[in-house]
């Protein structure tokens, strides 16, 4: 038997490849035989989250047959994170909506899309969950993720209702026809306009910024307004910390410019990151465009810094 164990941050992954011995048996008694830190109950949990996968396919189905040789993940949720995520199902406003198409104003700290560790504390599950009390159940909508946003970034979020939305918005994208701008409060000074083109993982990245707002001081917080060109994975986190200017509340790019820029004034609470403007062109050739303000938890925030004589 072969079995690997892993601790991340507020989830454990467990890993392992089926045996002869219990080939031919159903998953949720093969697994946590093999694996005793697991309970048959706190797997049968983890698989109805969508945290069991073999042979990196998600499982969901507990009499499933698993032979020898096939490899076994179970990503766990602790349970104080899973208990706080559960108590709390956020409602997604929905900006606008087509027979092909919607616009949500997604909160921040809610992934966009499946995780290992469940496929149930997404923005997909819980706009459906919504959509379930308005449309028949024998007759639900397919949702397709057309781009995403970080789990702590807020705002516009385009989501195709159809097979032929999505393909026409990927293609989209790979024309760089989705207009994607964000507003981020930076925490260091950059001139009133500037270009990043550093590449990132190997592949193209650029992200064209601009000062929209400024407190006095000279290494004060900066709001800017950031313009993708392209779509990596944290981009504007990235390039803005390669700037020497990181986003304020960044808990993973930047920290100490972060500490340096903040010392003495008070903290965001949250990435200091939203999408506020998306435009595109539908299926019928018509552009949508639209916008969302700053988050009222980070409008205050913003303007609290004023009254701070650190930065007078």
Same mark, same amino acid.
């Given at each position: 038997?072969?079995?690997?164990?892993?601790?991340?941050?507020?989830?454990?992954?467990?890993?392992?490849?089926?045996?002869?011995?219990?080939?031919?048996?159903?998953?949720?008694?093969?697994?946590?035989?093999?694996?005793?830190?697991?309970?048959?109950?706190?797997?049968?949990?983890?698989?109805?989250?969508?945290?069991?996968?073999?042979?990196?396919?998600?499982?969901?189905?507990?009499?499933?047959?698993?032979?020898?040789? +096939?490899?076994?993940?179970? =990503?766990? @949720?602790?349970?104080?994170? #899973?208990?706080? /995520?559960?108590?709390?199902? %956020?409602?997604?406003?929905?900006?606008?909506?087509?027979?092909?198409?919607?616009?949500?104003?997604?909160?921040?700290?809610?992934?966009?899309?499946?995780?290992?560790?469940?496929? +149930?504390?997404?923005?997909? =599950?819980? @706009?459906?969950?919504?959509? #379930?009390?308005? /449309?028949?159940?024998?007759? %639900?909508?397919?949702?397709?993720?057309?781009?995403?946003?970080?789990?702590?970034?807020?705002?516009?979020?385009?989501?195709?209702?159809?097979?032929?939305?999505?393909?026409?918005?990927?293609?989209?994208?790979?024309?760089?026809?989705?207009?994607?701008?964000?507003?981020?409060?930076?925490?260091?000074?950059?001139?009133?306009?500037?270009?990043?083109?550093?590449?990132?993982?190997?592949?193209?990245?650029?992200?064209?910024?601009?000062?929209?707002?400024?407190?006095?001081?000279?290494?004060?917080?900066?709001?800017?307004?950031?313009?993708?060109?392209?779509?990596?994975?944290?981009?504007?986190?990235?390039?803005?910390?390669?700037?020497?200017?990181?986003?304020?509340?960044?808990?993973?790019?930047?920290?100490?410019?972060?500490?340096?820029?903040?010392?003495?004034?008070?903290?965001?609470?949250?990435?200091?990151?939203?999408?506020?403007?998306?435009?595109?062109?539908?299926?019928?050739?018509?552009?949508?465009?639209?916008?969302?303000?700053?988050?009222?938890?980070?409008?205050?925030?913003?303007?609290?810094?004023?009254?701070?004589?650190?930065?007078?």
């Amino acid at each position: 038997m072969t079995s690997h164990f892993m601790i991340k941050k507020g989830m454990a992954q467990f890993s392992v490849t089926i045996d002869e011995a219990h080939a031919g048996q159903r998953i949720d008694q093969a697994v946590p035989a093999m694996l005793p830190e697991i309970s048959r109950s706190r797997f049968r949990k983890a698989q109805a989250e969508g945290g069991v996968f073999v042979n990196r396919k998600r499982v969901k189905i507990a009499s499933k047959k698993v032979f020898a040789g +096939q490899k076994v993940q179970v =990503h766990l @949720l602790k349970t104080t994170t #899973e208990k706080a /995520e559960s108590d709390s199902v %956020p409602q997604l406003p929905v900006v606008a909506e087509t027979p092909d198409w919607l616009i949500i104003d997604k909160p921040s700290g809610l992934f966009s899309a499946p995780t290992p560790e469940s496929d +149930q504390r997404d923005v997909l =599950h819980y @706009l459906g969950l919504q959509r #379930e009390l308005t /449309e028949a159940k024998q007759n %639900p909508t397919q949702l397709f993720l057309v781009h995403r946003l970080d789990r702590p970034t807020s705002g516009l979020m385009l989501i195709a209702k159809t097979k032929a939305a999505a393909r026409h918005f990927s293609e989209g994208l790979q024309r760089k026809e989705l207009n994607r701008r964000y507003l981020a409060v930076l925490c260091g000074a950059i001139p009133e306009q500037l270009s990043c083109d550093q590449p990132l993982t190997g592949q193209e990245a650029r992200t064209h910024f601009r000062v929209v707002e400024k407190h006095p001081g000279k290494d004060a917080p900066v709001l800017v307004e950031a313009r993708l060109e392209t779509g990596r994975t944290h981009q504007i986190r990235q390039h803005a910390e390669l700037l020497q200017a990181p986003v304020a509340g960044d808990s993973k790019y930047g920290r100490q410019q972060q500490r340096r820029c903040l010392t003495g004034l008070p903290r965001p609470g949250r990435l200091a990151l939203h999408a506020h403007e998306l435009a595109f062109t539908d299926l019928d050739g018509q552009l949508q465009s639209f916008s969302s303000p700053l988050p009222a938890e980070l409008q205050k925030w913003w303007h609290s810094l004023a009254k701070s004589e650190l930065i007078a």
